[in-house]
Every structure is written in structure tokens, then in C-alpha cells.
């Protein structure tokens, strides 16, 4: 269970840093990249900003758990890009602190969690493949489908590392 989660959200992580990339290179100003991390597609769904530190938070909040631990403290300082990429830093450290042998009984531990104010009692199994990892797609799907409202030129690519694309091919 170690590569399907840890190694998953690591990719991913690298990923949502790649989309971030291209808001600052889309947009220059500190005034407009507040702009675009305070959109949301509809009213009443979280911006941009909370997009993001929602999909990080799942690859701790599912990874600490199926590996048998706390999970660990994160802080959220500011709502800039900047602070978005030192909490995607810092989520991946704490990954790479994960040993493979933290999982050895991952699928039949039981996980107690919450989703929304709903609590949860999953094993791990079910908790990683029918709650967290689609949580965790749901939010990074929707920091791409925010980035593409706004403009900012973000493609399957960016999203999953591995389409290419020829210049100018619309993606």
C-alpha cells in the first residue's frame, strides 16, 4: 500500500507545484495570483487556495494513518503562491519520512476519519482506494478546472506528467 499512496501523492504533489508554476508565470503580480488563488468555480465551493492545501492535507491525512501514525502538524502562514509551495515542501518531506514497512498491515488497519462532518471507520483498503485517494483527485482536479477558468495555460500534461503535446495543439 506504501506505492500505491505514498508514491501516488508524491507524483501528484510534484504536479499540483507544476500548476502553481504556471499561475506565477501567468500571472506576474501579487495582486493578480491573489485574484485567481480566491476564485472558485461556483459559490459555496473552496478557492483556489483551499483547493490546494485540501489535496496536500490528504497526502498526509492518508498516508500517516494507513502507516500507523499521527498525522503531522501543518501550518498555513499566508495565501500566496509562495506558502503554497513550502507546504507541497513540506508534505513531501514528511512523505519521504515514510518507510515501506509502516504499511506491512496498511490495508486492515482501521482508519477513523472524517469527511466532511460525517465520521469514518475504513480499512485501509477501502480508506485509500474509495475515500482519500478520490478525495484527493477531486481537489486537484478542481485547482486545474480553477487555473483553466482564469486563463492561466495549465494542460493534461501538467496535470499527470506524462502526455506531451506538439506547440500550439490545444489542450
Do not use: W
Not at 459559490?43 to 502507516?67: D, E, H, K, N
Amino acid at each position: 500500500m506504501y506505492d500505491q499512496s505514498v508514491i501516488v501523492f508524491e507524483h501528484y504533489l510534484r504536479r499540483l507545484s507544476v500548476m502553481l508554476n504556471r499561475l506565477e508565470a501567468y500571472a506576474e503580480t501579487a495582486s493578480k495570483q491573489e485574484a485567481i488563488l480566491q476564485t472558485s468555480l461556483a459559490p459555496g465551493m473552496f478557492p483556489l487556495v483551499q483547493q490546494v492545501r485540501t489535496a496536500i492535507g490528504f497526502s498526509l491525512r492518508t498516508c500517516y494513518p494507513l502507516a500507523g501514525l499521527d498525522i503531522p502538524e501543518t501550518e498555513s502562514h499566508e495565501d500566496t503562491v509562495a506558502d503554497l509551495h513550502r507546504q507541497i515542501q513540506e508534505a513531501e518531506r514528511y512523505l519521504q519520512a515514510l518507510s515501506a514497512q509502516s504499511f506491512t498491515k496498511a490495508a486492515e488497519r482501521e482508519i477513523v476519519t472524517t469527511a466532511g462532518f460525517k465520521e469514518l471507520r475504513l480499512d485501509g483498503q477501502t480508506f485509500l482506494t474509495q475515500y482519500a485517494l478520490p478525495n484527493f483527485f477531486f481537489h486537484l482536479s478542481m485547482v486545474y478546472a480553477i487555473l483553466r477558468q482564469c486563463g492561466v495555460p495549465v494542460g493534461k500534461m501538467d496535470f499527470d506528467g506524462f502526455h506531451e503535446y506538439p506547440p500550439g495543439f490545444a489542450f
